[in-house]
């Protein structure tokens, strides 16, 4: 492991903190301002939570990322659970409809720049999210 | 985490600390609800002005626990998200619709003294 890279297990809700902690840390020390450093602790909640709900366990990784004259942050949120199906449908809006949160995907897919989910019914899911520094 | 609740008067005043876990806004949901039945209060104010990110699950318990206030006839005021923390939960698609918000713990409770002379 690099050592620009965080990785936390993600086992229990306790950790869902913490891996929005380590986030919000490591934004902060590449340069982020507070209010995108709190955009992305709160999109690592929401990833690290789907790991909970739906596989149980899996991992958090953050990383530091370079981009053409552009520095980042990326979040990999993998686990090797039950996976998604229907990813289209998981990326849709339900918010305003059914009052039901699903995945939160949407939401997450806002609050960060980039956005790439791979998953395979019954092998996982992994979702990266990238946020580059203004 | 232990979450403090104070009474004042007919007003329980509940402060989040930063790092609430799942497990702790569920006790905290259970033990506001609780004490509002104990101490027969009037209306519930949660500070949220430490919370470092509210997301879908703190923003459902807070509904909750507004709704479960409302239903024992009393009222609640979320006081002091911050605006970085609005800006996030617009962005998640997050509401708080129906409950009632105020700007810090002072507006909260001169939203209520106002509420409460009203309904007098």
Known sequence: MSAGEIRVAINSDQDIVLARQKGRGMATELGFSAGDATLIATAISELARNIVSYARKGHIALKRVNGLNRQGIAVIASDDGPGIADIRQALRDGFSTSGSLGLGLPGVRRLMDEFEITSQPGRGTIVTVKKWRQ | ?120
């Not at chain 2, 509940?14 to 006790?27: E, H, I, V, W, Y």
């Not at chain 2, 970085?84 to 105020?102: D, H, K, P, S, Y």
């Open chain 2, 1 to 120: 985490m232990e979450v403090p609740i104070l009474k004042q008067g007919a007003v329980l005043i509940a402060t989040f600390q930063a790092a609430l876990s799942d497990a702790d806004l569920n006790q905290l949901r259970m033990g506001l609800v609780e004490q509002v039945v104990k101490l027969r209060s009037r209306a519930v104010i949660v500070d949220v002005t430490a919370m470092d990110v509210m997301d879908s699950f703190a923003s459902r318990t807070l509904r909750e626990i507004a709704h479960m206030i409302r239903l024992r006839g009393a009222e609640t005021v979320i006081v002091g998200i911050q605006p970085e923390v609005a800006f996030a939960m617009v962005q998640l698609g997050l509401t708080l619709e129906g409950v009632a918000t105020a700007l810090d713990l002072e507006e909260g409770l001169a939203y209520l003294n106002e509420k409460f002379k009203t309904t007098n």
